[in-house]
T-cell receptor
Framework: NAGVTQTPKFQVLKTGQSMTLQCAQD?????MSWYRQDPGMGLRLIHY???????DQGEVPNGYNVSRSTTEDFPLRLLSAAPSQTSVYFC????????????FGPGTRLTVT | GQQLNQSPQSMFIQEGEDVSMNCTSS?????WLWYKQDPGEGPVLLIA???AGELTSNGRLTAQFGITRKDSFLNISASIPSDVGIYFC????????????WGAGTKLIIKP
């Protein structure tokens, strides 16, 4: 099993550009989530999903969209990148129907100039 | 929003020393989780706690779910160089609705 995979590992965007961060898991987990991590802070939840076709907002959803068309994939779209979105983004999944005992991907380091 | 207070922010220790860190919340939690993050990687789950008073070990690590349900503690015994990293607590309250609340982390540094 590859676990949770994320692409790309690094990305630089200009303000106003859009892009999609990819996340996939091969563990047949129903619960998936996206977090951002900023220096000196804990992880903050952006969006989460409890199964295909079901998504919901987390603590900091503004400027981000998600969709969950399959159990395996949970892409995160930045609609119009802003410097405040410079961060490290982590995708995670759990076998439980909630954020218990999540497995995290390796992260995407995003810089917006 | 809800916050977790995690302390200390960082620790400088000698190899072989025991380490203690804790998290406190202003509200009651149903679940406490402890994660470790190495540089450039995602967090890895160390211990999950689901019941008040629960004491759970994972090798040299021991974590406790506080009786008041508003705090949790992590102890590392006889620290070794690979214990270096950032330790995060995270909790799930009755109001969380699938959303974990995370502490800001405790950075563990071993003195040469």
């Amino acid at each position: 099993n590859a676990g949770v995979t994320q692409t790309p590992k690094f990305q630089v965007l200009k303000t106003g550009q859009s892009m999609t961060l990819q996340c996939a898991q091969d563990m047949n987990h129903e619960y998936m989530s996206w977090y951002r991590q900023d220096p000196g802070m804990g992880l903050r939840l952006i969006h989460y999903s409890v199964g295909a076709g079901i998504t919901d907002q987390g603590e900091v959803p503004n400027g981000y969209n998600v969709s969950r068309s399959t159990t395996e994939d949970f892409p995160l779209r930045l609609l119009s990148a802003a410097p405040s979105q410079t961060s490290v983004y982590f995708c995670a999944s759990s076998a439980y129907l909630g954020p218990y005992e999540q497995y995290f991907g390796p992260g995407t380091r995003l810089t917006v100039t | 929003g809800q916050q977790l207070n995690q302390s200390p922010q960082s620790m400088f220790i000698q190899e072989g020393e025991d380490v203690s860190m804790n998290c406190t919340s202003s509200s009651i939690f149903n679940t406490w989780l402890w994660y470790k993050q190495d540089p450039g990687e995602g967090p890895v789950l160390l211990i999950a706690l689901y019941k008040a008073g629960e004491l759970t070990s994972n090798g040299r690590l021991t974590a406790q779910f506080g009786i008041t349900r508003k705090d949790s503690f992590l102890n590392i015994s006889a620290s070794i160089p690979s214990d270096v990293g950032i330790y995060f607590c995270a909790g799930l309250s009755m109001d969380s609705n699938y959303q974990l609340i995370w502490g800001a982390g405790t950075k563990l540094i071993i003195k040469p």
